[in-house]
């Protein structure tokens, strides 16, 4: 189906442990952003791509990784998970015209 | 620190009134956008103004933008229950990062 996607929807890891969300669009889409959604903070971007190999850091980059080897696809990856990393993550990419941006329904990610 | 700050934070109405709720931004930007996010889903796009348009409507929505005062505000008109949800402002600014705000929260009462 046309969209995209993020998987898992949920996941609970340890401390210290190495996570990666996963993003995928099938629009072509240039542009794919990660955010990270808290109680009181409202959306935060983590990292941004103008295309595949091409990223750049936004607001909250610390403790994150990303890569995007293909226009589709864009992980994000938590090198040593901690528990200030307990959030919802959500992808989104930048459409065309009229400059609107599309969400996925969002990881819930839980770190013990 | 955040771009957008939105006004209030919760907002309770009986259905058939109107919403309205603010948003106030810190630098120069190229449009915002306002989007809804119904619990537990991701956001949708509802409405975006340039920098350079006051007014804009779609719908039951009508989004005005100040920019000489950074503020916005988004009116939802003859509101219904299923209008429940988070809304959220997000500026575009140079370089195509958008800064979203902490949201208000909705709550239509049938």
């Known amino acids: 189906d046309a969209g995209i996607t993020q998987s898992p929807r949920y996941k609970i890891t340890e401390t210290g442990r190495q996570v990666t969300l996963m993003c995928h669009q099938t629009?072509?889409?240039?542009?794919m952003f990660w955010y990270r959604q808290d109680l009181g903070h409202g959306l935060r971007l983590i990292y941004y791509?103008?295309?595949?190999?091409?990223?750049d850091k936004g607001e909250v980059p610390d403790g994150y990784v990303v890569s995007r080897s293909k226009t589709e696809n864009f992980p994000l990856t938590l090198e040593s998970a901690t528990r200030s990393q307990t959030s919802v993550y959500f992808c989104?990419?930048?459409?065309?015209?009229?400059?609107?941006?599309?969400f996925g329904p969002g990881t819930r990610l839980t770190v013990t | 620190s955040q771009q957008g700050e939105e006004d209030p934070q919760a907002l309770s109405i009986q259905e058939g009134e109107n919403a309205t709720m603010n948003c106030s931004y810190k630098?120069?930007?190229?449009?915002l956008q306002w989007y809804r996010q119904n619990s537990g889903r991701g956001l949708v796009h509802l409405i975006l103004?340039?920098?350079?348009?006051r007014e804009k409507h779609s719908g039951r929505l009508r989004v005005t933008l100040d920019t000489s005062k950074k503020s916005s505000s988004l009116l939802i008109t003859a509101s219904r229950a299923a209008d429940t949800a988070s809304y959220f402002c997000?500026?575009?600014?140079?370089?195509?990062?958008?800064?979203f705000g902490t949201g208000t929260s909705l709550t239509v009462i049938p």
């Open positions: 989104a990419t930048f459409g065309g015209r009229g400059y609107e941006q599309y």
């Open positions: 629009w072509s889409h240039s542009y």
């Open positions: 791509s103008a295309a595949a190999d091409i990223t």
């Open positions: 630098t120069s930007i190229n449009n």
């Open positions: 103004i340039r920098s350079n348009e």
């Open positions: 997000a500026t575009d600014t140079t370089g195509n990062q958008f800064y």
